[in-house]
């Protein structure tokens, strides 16, 4: 059980993980994970060297002040976790690392297979140390295979996982997902890793286990029907530009401009497939449907019969025209008015500003006490009604839980915290 005094991080005594303790010693592979974690309910300790967790140093920051406790990548990585400092290199270090340890629920830890062993912080020592927790590791490849001891950013993951294939352009080229689309797919799913083994311990003696997760892996995961589609029709879905494949064919273009931004019309919701009717009537009600209104056309798209490129084009140049006069508020109210499919493409202003999301109360307040300001985070990524998610304030500074945590959690008194100081170890 937590036996921390209120405080940052906000208590969540009603969160499923309420009373579990979680020692995060990850980095951008990790760090996601732990937080969600604590959101959950669990007591998360982030564990830091004296001078910081090296992802402080990631941007952006706070009014383009670079430092270590103004880093936004860190404030969203790291809301509601405790940091300690640990100078793991150390032999006092690692005596207290273990300590921390061997109270722990979880560890979550991101070293390569084997890199950790010279600071005892490889799986094997973890277990030796507190054989009832689970340890979460958290690579690019995995333990074991020829990749294993390979380096790897967010952007060899989305390579090597199959995502950076499915994107791009036959002009240009497979390209990666601008927001760390790999770093994101292995955070969410060690998370589940991480619970699924916890829940697994009443139904293995009490034990933990080893949850090994690779970040190939969680992308590879994530392909929807792309390896299937090989596997079957022995055809690669490809990057589809503004059009997009379907069963390994490449489909009809699905993304028009429109006089404020983006829409998205899909093959089934566009002038191609059962909603194509609907579609030439509202054009044909503008005075835009041009050649469409001819029976053979509407029998044509109805039934997806193969286009030429000739033909193609015209499709695409009526649709580009039509779209680019209007707004996409618009153009989408009265396509689903029709029963035809369509969207707004959002850019992250219009996320934030959201009627949908602010119905749903998604984005919270967050109260950075330290400098005196509010700023809106992300809210829940799921709802749960009997044991919520809650967010339990902004990150943490670096050593901010030493005396906390040392002393209250580890029980050591004030000669033994400042010994440790005075050597370096914290």
């Known amino acids: 059980m937590t036996d921390r005094p209120d405080g940052v991080p906000l208590p969540h005594p009603d969160g499923p993980l309420s009373g579990y303790r979680v020692v995060d010693i990850a980095d951008e592979k990790g760090q996601l994970c732990a937080r969600l974690l604590a959101e959950l309910g669990a007591d998360v300790i982030k564990v830091e060297p004296r001078a910081g967790d090296r992802t402080r140093a990631n941007g952006p920051f706070f009014r383009d002040e670079e430092g270590r406790e103004s880093s936004l990548y860190w404030w969203a990585m790291n809301a509601g976790k405790r940091s300690v400092t640990c100078e793991m290199r150390l032999e006092a270090g690692r005596d207290l690392f273990h300590r921390l340890v061997a109270g722990a629920d979880a560890v979550i830890e991101t070293s390569a297979p084997g890199a950790a062993k010279d600071i005892g912080a490889d799986p094997r020592a973890l277990v030796k140390v507190n054989p009832e927790a689970v340890v979460v590791s958290i690579t690019n490849f995995g333990q074991t295979g020829p990749a294993r001891n390979l380096p790897a950013t967010d952007i060899v993951g989305s390579a090597m996982g199959g995502h950076m294939y499915l994107n791009g352009s036959d002009e240009r080229g497979p390209v990666r997902t601008t ?76 993304i028009y401009e429109a006089a404020d931004g983006w829409v998205a019309a899909l093959g089934l919701g566009g002038l191609v497939g059962p909603t194509s009717g609907a579609m ?6 503008t005075g835009e449907a041009g050649p469409l209104t001819a029976p053979h056309w509407r029998e044509r798209l109805e039934v997806v019969q193969p286009l030429e490129e000739d033909e193609q084009e015209l499709l695409v140049g009526i649709m580009e025209q039509f779209c680019r006069t209007r707004r996409k508020d618009d153009l989408v109210h009265e396509a689903q008015a ?51 998610w809650k967010q339990r304030g902004r990150a943490p500074h670096v050593g901010e839980h030493n005396a906390e945590v040392y002393g209250h959690t580890l029980g050591l008194d004030a000669d033994e915290i400042a010994k440790l100081r005075r050597s370096m170890v914290i």
């Open 179 to 254: 927001a760390p689309q790999a770093y994101a797919q292995v955070n969410l799913q060690a998370a589940v890793g991480a619970v699924i083994a916890l829940y697994a311990r009443g139904a293995n003696g009490g034990l933990g286990q080893h949850v090994d997760v690779s970040m190939q892996e969680s992308m590879a995961n994530a392909m929807d029907n792309a390896q299937q589609t090989w596997d079957i029709l022995q055809i690669n879905n490809r990057g589809p530009g503004s059009g997009r494949m379907v069963s390994g064919r490449e489909g009809p273009r699905y």
């Open 280 to 285: 030439i009537d509202w054009l044909d009600q």
């Open 338 to 388: 029709r029963g035809v499919g369509w969207a707004p493409v959002y850019s992250p202003r219009e996320i934030v500003e959201s009627d949908q999301l602010a119905a749903r109360d998604y984005w919270v307040q967050v109260r950075h006490e330290d400098i005196g300001e509010t700023f809106v985070y992300p809210g829940a990524p799921w709802k749960l009604s009997g044991t919520p």
